[in-house]
């Protein structure tokens, strides 16, 4: 009835944290086989970050490309494989870059002590036992998945969360030094997950004093950083980033995304959209449901002349279309929390798809 | 160089919650001896709450009056001997009450595990074992002692935390049901003790990006709960004023307060007076520091009808007020984040005690 939840153990604030990361790691080396798994975004590959990775000759540092699909279920089970067949078990994984690889991070942390496939555990409290240590450096900052208790993957049937309190990471290194990088589109669709997320999280059946507080504070660093005086690309603003998107996943604690996570779920599951655009794709047209936050979202659009592309499902056949609002309607909370107790009433897979029609 | 700070490892959020105490101690009961020590705001000796208490025949309850004073180290030290003696190591220790009984669960917490009299940990990081289980509930909102990782005592040589990664509760519930019936003087002063230290903490050299996002919302709350248009004493605002005291708290965990506080902790030390309202004695006469935040502290207590005492210090000696200034000076870190890094060169015991002599 009340939810308990898992906190963060600890948490780096601050520009060239980063730097902290080999000491605070060095008191967990003697856990397990003793070498790390570094899961790195490929991005850093040959860049000042990889040669500033505390890294040993014992330890594992994988560099990943994030881009061609978020993480599947297939790719963090032979991972995990590969590394408990030549290397043993690690005294923890370090996860750095953006959300997916936040979620590898948290995943692979999980499976390398639950037997079997990921496939297994898609879902709440399914797992079995607590994961191995694990470590985020979030290097884009917005989706919020360096404080949640979800790994999102996509498996062969379904994209859905390992969702436990184990999921959530040991440590967090937040050093907005490293998000000014980030190319200019994601860190426009990223941020936007933020703000996107924080408009459902307010607009809901769900949400309490606690979610709106963070979700009102998220949402006024979101303004600051893309509307505001001082609007754009700066050190300030990566600051105040990297705390929204923390703000914005703590406001998820206490509540729900809502129709535009539904969708874009379904975006990601049948035509492999990327999370944080697909949110972009569907939040456009979604007035009706949440007004204002929409009318916003566009001003962010026109002030860093990012356009959206129109008239997508018309190249899309009814049958991918179906496929998708099967995927979202199937988000039952996210109906509940959005429309109410009553959803199943006003929601059908054919209103679903009537949505989809307007991308 | 970066501070590395420790979360509360699980909260619940919501109205009612207390109720969920019983299951989430019940996993604990195997702990050392087996009992828990409650301790328990006198305030509701007799009252409702004191029956929903999930305490069996085994535990140990005992009801505090917070009011003569604030904890002192011999309290501390006191109640762990006597037991220790008569009943072993308790599985854990569950505060419930204002910031004077949280800091005591903290206290107690650590002194149960580190030998000695508290006196011996006064001070950042002295204390040399984590503590038992210790699990807090707030029922008057502001101080924030919910999610610091400080338990603020009175020793007979100086007023200073035990502050350590340990202090933290390994739990806390924010059901904000139990702050309905906070006397009316309690709500106003412990409600700005939040407000107070959030101005302290946004200006100052220490803030940053974390400190000013959290600082900013906890204003934001106070100000609709005791300014806003549905300001007073109701429901909604107790939620919000109890998010406020948690984020108010967080607010610190990157900044410091400043020159409010350290003039309180004098007031405290040699005159014994209550944190809280100390720190609105001294916070009305700060306005050249703390400019419209003073300004508006006034506007609060004008719409509440609070009269504080003018002219104490005509009343004071020169002995006691001189004492205070020590006390104050002494807090060093408040000093160099309100003033800066040459703060020595701009306060003296000579300037503290003109600022006392404004009382």
Known sequence: ????????????????????????????????????????????FGKELADRLPALPIDVVRFIDPDPHEPTTEQIDKLRDEIVATKGLPAGVIGIGGGTIMDIAKAISLMFTNEGSSTLYQGL?????????????????????????????TGPEKKLGLKCEWTVFNQVILDSELIATVPVDKWF?????????????????????????????????????????KAGRNAENDDKLMVASMMGGLS??????????????????????????????????LEDFYGVGVVEFKEMLKKHNVQLPQNLSASWTDEQITAMAHVAYNLTHMWYHAIGTNWKEKVTIVSIKELYKRL
Do not use: W
Not at 125 to 153: D, F, R
Not at 199 to 228: K, T
């Open 252 to 285: 998820l604690t206490y509540s729900e995304v809502g129709i535009c996570h539904a969708l874009s779920y379904g975006l990601s599951k049948i035509l492999g959209e990327k999370h944080c655009y697909a949110n972009c794709l569907a939040f456009q047209h």
């Open 1 to 44: 009835m009340y939810k308990n939840f898992k906190n963060i153990e600890k948490v780096v604030f601050g520009r060239g944290s980063f730097s902290a990361m080999a000491e605070i790691i060095a008191e967990k080396r003697n856990e397990n086989d003793g070498f790390f798994l570094f899961v790195v975004d490929n991005y850093f």
């Open 125 to 153: 409290n399914l797992i079995k036992k607590p994961g191995i240590y694990h470590l985020g450096v979030p290097t884009i900052s917005g989706t919020g998945a360096e404080v949640s208790m979800t790994a999102v993957l």
């Open 189 to 229: 669709y990223t941020g936007m997950d933020t703000y996107i997320h924080c408009i459902e999280s307010q607009l809901g059946i769900l949400n309490n004093a606690y979610s709106l507080a963070y979700a009102q504070q998220a949402l006024s660093l979101c303004r600051e950083v893309y509307l505001g005086e």
